[in-house]
């Protein structure tokens, strides 16, 4: 071990000391602080009063001082340490900033956390390129010391590290804090709730220890099928406990991130000698995390783009062959893909609305398969003349069809959307960037492992496919990659879009929530009304262009239990506005009814729930519409031609019906294949998003010499 001066007796600085020391390394290790007190924890002898002197006395510093004490610190030191191996756990300090303050090139920045008090800290940290394979020891060695050692790939992982690490301690205790609580509310002393936390997170961690089982399976061992525990966790489920502690580790990583790349009020005056954030491998882009991968390293985004540019030029042949050889090794596959697929459902309550989205089953792999299949079938939609004329003065202008380069899709608990983007990129000649939701992150890493294999197969570049990690904060950074990612589509829910229209600074094609609505006319069939509302509520009532309000015309009230009633054999709730309720009431099952409600109108249910709405016209009809519809499907059911043309000329949305199902707003219904979306915006793309939507144009100009007067 190489001797080392600690600068800075604190909590942090001390556990060092008492580390190394209870490993008989005291003879390597000194401690310096101006508080006199703190540096009783040391000898006499194995103390240093003056900073400066310390880089002629040993060969490795170690900075645990507070941030803000840092540029006071540099003030008395200048470049003593500039020949020194320098080790930072200051947070919010990056390399760059120590090395133009110090002038050391061999730096070490870390991130240790509360657990080096008892000799269990978790330290990740990151070397810049000058320390050598001496100094990487001893680096080990020290970190060692104090509890478990991790060594990062970037130092912008430190960001996400200290997100679910360095701040893990607190986690630990508002868990402690939140069981001390129960048990007080349950009447239980202060003194025993305390001790009763400490004996849970206790028991816990000498389980997991144990390594005999993981965390999730030790839940799994300990929740029985309908007993109290179950009960505890799907409450928690619902009021989205993961999604909560997913944001919240987001957060943290966002303030790390802003105080690594804002930290001038701890910067001392620049001087000279110092390392460049080249040398020391500091940049701008933001690294994928060990435990969460919050940003996507910029180097990943430009190979993805380099691939584009070769895959623009892939002849249609092979990129046939390549998608009927994915199709089969996905069916290959298939016990792999279902295994991972079942980790994912394992985390979901069955009751969630986004459960049978994310299920998948050897039919419905089948399905993808054949959806690939018939993408490969599809004409190629680039290179298309879209629009060809000779001007006067001879010049020949073409329009035609090209890729777009690099689309970005983020979506939820769809592991179906993997392929189906990705085939539908590829077939039109476009790299992917593909972020799906945590809930199927293990079914999409399957999915994406078997893409990345044919592509290796093919002698393809796997960068033509980048998945990006589970978590919602992964997204920022392909959200602002202008020039590597020309347009990016999100797939989910109002909010996840709302977040991408705002935070995006590259074009988004919005893919809109699918508020749907069924209007029966005067007009209507009632067999006809039942069956297609029937259909289109209860087909797969997870799917976005399931129907959640159907607007019935007062004069068909008496024919209304009729068309509802056969929900009620799939325990389809309704609320039924005054009119409606009043009809159904007494007939149709109670516990599935209620008064309708003004947030039942305009909302996108993704449930087997209806709301009902009654009209007196064809004009209130329009309104309701007009009022909550998201534009995507609108249906309505009528056998008067006036009625049926009126509607599907003042109903603005993606995709309007006469006498049919909404559950039809689907690209390979329309014909296209696998769609990539349902566009409920206007411009580029509008309804189902097949492969036109995935290319853009250029004007090809062939002259003889013409210059422009």
Known sequence: MISTAIIGAGTMGSAFYKGLSSQGKAGKIWLCDQNEDKLQVAPANRRIDNPASAGKTVECILLAVKPQSFAELMATVGNAWSGTLVISIMAGITMKTIADATGASAIVRAMPNLGARVGHSITGWYPSSAVTPAQLKHTEELFSAIGMSVRLKEEAQIDGFTAVAGSGPAYVFLLAELLENAA???????????????????????????????????????????????????????????????????????????????????????????ATA???????????????SPWVPTEQLQATKQASRMLAGL???????????????????????????QRDLARMNPEDPKFDRLL???????????????????????????????????????????????????????????????????????????????????????????????????????????????????????LHARGLVDVVIPRGSQKLIDFVREEATIPVIETGAGIVHIYVDQSADVAMAASVIFNAKTRRPGVCNTVDTVIIHADRLSDLLQIMQPLQASRVRIFADKPAFDHLSGSYDSSLLEPAKEEHFGTEFLSLKLSVATVRNMDEALAHIRCHSSGHSESIIAKDQEAIERFLREVDAAAVYANASTA?????????????????????ARGPMGLEALTSYKWIVRGNGQIRA
């Open 278 to 292: 080249g040398e020391i491998g500091c940049s701008s882009a933001f690294g994928s995390a060990l435990f969460v």
């Open 360 to 478: 998948l089953n050897q039919e419905r792999i089948q399905a993808i398969a054949k959806d690939v299949r018939t993408v490969a079938g599809l004409p190629s939609p680039v290179g298309k003349i879209l629009e060809e004329h000779t001007r006067p003065n001879g010049l020949k202008i073409t329009k035609i069809s090209v890729p777009i380069g690099v689309i970005g899709i983020v979506y939820e608990a769809r592991p179906n959307v993997t392929v189906d983007s990705f085939s539908l990129c590829f077939k039109s000649r476009n790299a992917s960037t593909l972020k799906g939701g945590s809930d199927a992150s293990f079914s999409n890493e399957a999915l994406a492992a078997c893409i990345h294999r044919v592509l290796r197969d093919a002698s393809l570049p796997e960068e033509i496919l980048l998945l990006l990690p589970p978590d919602r904060s992964a997204v920022t950074e392909m």
């Open 184 to 274: 007080r509310d349950l009447g239980i002393d202060e003194a025993t709730g305390a001790q009763i936390a400490r004996e849970l997170l206790g028991a816990g961690s000498l389980l997991l220890n144990e390594k005999e089982r993981s965390a999730a399976q030790w839940r799994e061992a300990v929740t029985s099928k309908g007993g109290t525990t179950e009960a505890a966790l799907r409450v928690m489920k619902e009021k989205g406990l993961s999604q909560i502690f997913s944001d919240a580790i987001a957060a943290a990583t966002d303030r790390s991130r802003s105080l690594s790349h804002d930290d001038k009020s701890h910067q001392p005056s620049p001087r000279g000698g110092g």
């Open 664 to 684: 039809f707003t689907d690209g390979g219904e329309f014909g296209l294949g696998a769609e990539i979306g349902i566009s409920t915006q206007k411009l580029h």
């Open 315 to 341: 002849p249609e042949q092979e990129v046939n062959a390549f998608l009927l050889r994915l199709a089969d090794a996905l069916e290959q596959d298939a016990e792999k893909i279902l295994q991972a697929n």
